[in-house]
């Protein structure tokens, strides 16, 4: 019974972490919209790696001791890949950090514009901006992925953020890295909104990385598992 009381709270943590991830995004993209209608898009790119960093520093600090702070699909499946978390879990942190991304930009949407849901349609990807995800989430991932052997995750609830907000201006995708979040941006027509059509090649690069960077961590270090880690994710 006291696992099944853990997971659950794990759920809800995983959940409601994405959700404010997802929607702090979204909410930015509807604020700052104006400056990008003037010509100073720079400005909310801006906007929106600061948001994001507090954002994620919220959500891994809060949520980090109940679920891990994973927030992202391709964190869990690295993670679980590598031996860092457990099998059980992947699918239902899986399920709640969409739901999470879902329901993040249908609330967003709704403060801002009164809809619920709205898309916008557009092109697949072109090959810079796929590379632009496998960067953006294999170095996340892998930042992930050492701090979590090396010390149980200590430090991410600062490391992760810095890596976004940076990345955020590195990278002309915006540094989605996560497809929950891409996911619940395919749900708003605002500034950070993603077309329908990009979305599942955009999913699978990002879970191509994640399976990249799980593969080369399994490949050189295949017994160096963080017992911390592993009990914390139990």
């Known amino acids: 019974m006291a ?104 609330i967003t949407n709704f403060l801002w514009s009164g809809t619920l849901v709205s898309m916008t349609v557009g092109a697949p990807p072109i090959p810079n901006q796929l590379a632009s995800e496998i960067l953006a989430t294999g170095v996340l991932v892998g930042i992930v992925i050492v701090m979590v052997r090396r010390n149980g995750g200590q430090g991410l609830n600062w490391l992760v953020p810095a890596w976004v907000g940076a990345a955020i201006f590195l990278t002309p995708t ?25 979305v599942p090649s955009f999913i699978g690069i990002q879970l191509f990385a994640a399976l990249i960077v799980a593969g080369v961590t399994i490949f050189l270090s295949p017994k160096n598992v963080s017992r911390k880690a592993r009990a914390a994710t139990r």
């Open 3 to 106: 696992n099944k009381y853990s997971l659950l709270l794990a759920l809800v943590a995983e959940f409601l972490g994405t959700m404010l991830l997802v929607g702090a995004q979204i909410g930015t993209g509807y604020a700052l919209t104006g400056l990008a209608q003037v010509g100073i898009p720079q400005m909310v790119t801006f906007g929106i790696a600061i948001v994001s960093s507090c954002a994620l520093a919220i959500a891994i600090t809060m949520g980090g001791p109940i679920s891990g702070g994973h927030f992202n699909p391709a964190v869990t499946i690295a993670l679980t890949l590598t031996k860092n978390s457990a099998v059980e879990r992947a699918l239902p942190y899986v399920v709640a950090q969409l739901a999470g991304g879902f329901l993040g930009a249908v």
């Open 174 to 198: 915006g540094c989605m890295a996560n497809p929950a979040v891409t996911f619940g941006h395919m749900f708003t027509d605002s500034y950070t909104s993603v077309a329908q059509d990009a």
